[in-house]
């Protein structure tokens, strides 16, 4: 059975700081990996989309790697601002013999003090 | 908009109340799939579909039925709701099983 974790479970920066958040899982047999942004009350937006057979994808000030066979992905945000401040989720989507299942890590919430 | 609507957005009912809970897209998705969120176990998938012809479970699909009879809605259909299925859903949709995925805004259930 898939597992995702994902460290560290919170963090509290300064405006400005270049940060890493990590994302492991254990079967690398996977579609793709997504990272995703959730503000409180609300859905998840996606941000970046990797799949299994690509290395890193970047939008803007973030960027995001992925090594398959270690099974682990961080995602990169530059100059990190106040409006970052969010709750970081990945998810992989792993092999079934139907179709997929998407698992999740349980986030890393992400506060930029201003 | 392209976007994922769910209705309702909030609903408080009693055990063993058969509700649904319904789920749109207007992206021509191929891919739809529910999840539910709870504090200290994350999102967690119920069922997915991966067209109109294929449905399957998810980790906790116990509880809880789909329907896909046409490509844009996916209802999850709780028949006997219990208290332990108070949670934060959410439904979600891609392109293919490989796509990026679209979330809806969520659906908070109240089970008494």
């Known amino acids: 059975k898939q597992e995702v974790t994902q460290i560290p479970a919170a963090l509290s920066v300064p405006e400005g700081e270049n940060l890493v958040l990590n994302c492991s899982f254990t079967d690398s047999a996977i579609y793709n990996l997504q990272w995703f942004r959730q503000d409180p009350g609300k859905g998840l937006t996606s941000l970046l989309l990797i799949q299994s057979s690509q290395r890193e994808q970047t939008s803007g000030r973030l960027n995001a790697s992925l090594d398959k066979s270690s099974g682990r992905s961080t995602l990169y945000i530059a100059a990190s601002q106040p409006g970052d401040s969010a709750t970081y989720l990945c998810?992989?989507?792993?092999?079934?013999?139907?179709?997929?299942?998407?698992?999740f890590g349980e986030g890393t919430q992400l506060t930029v003090n201003p | 908009e392209a976007q994922v609507t769910q209705n309702p957005r909030y609903l408080i009912t009693v055990t063993g109340k058969k509700l649904t809970v319904t789920c749109s897209q207007n992206?021509?998705?191929?891919?739809m799939s529910w999840y539910r969120q709870d504090p200290g176990l994350g999102l967690r998938q119920i069922y997915y579909s991966m067209n109109v012809e294929v449905t399957d479970k998810g980790d906790v699909p116990e509880g809880y039925k789909v329907s896909r009879k046409e490509k844009r809605n996916f209802p999850l259909i709780l028949e006997s709701p219990s208290p332990n299925q108070t949670s934060l859903y959410f439904c979600a949709s891609s392109l293919s099983v490989s796509g990026e995925l679209f979330f809806g805004e969520g659906s908070r259930l109240t089970v008494l």
């Open positions: 998810a992989v989507a792993g092999y079934q013999t139907s179709g997929s299942r998407l698992t």
């Open positions: 992206m021509n998705h191929e891919y």
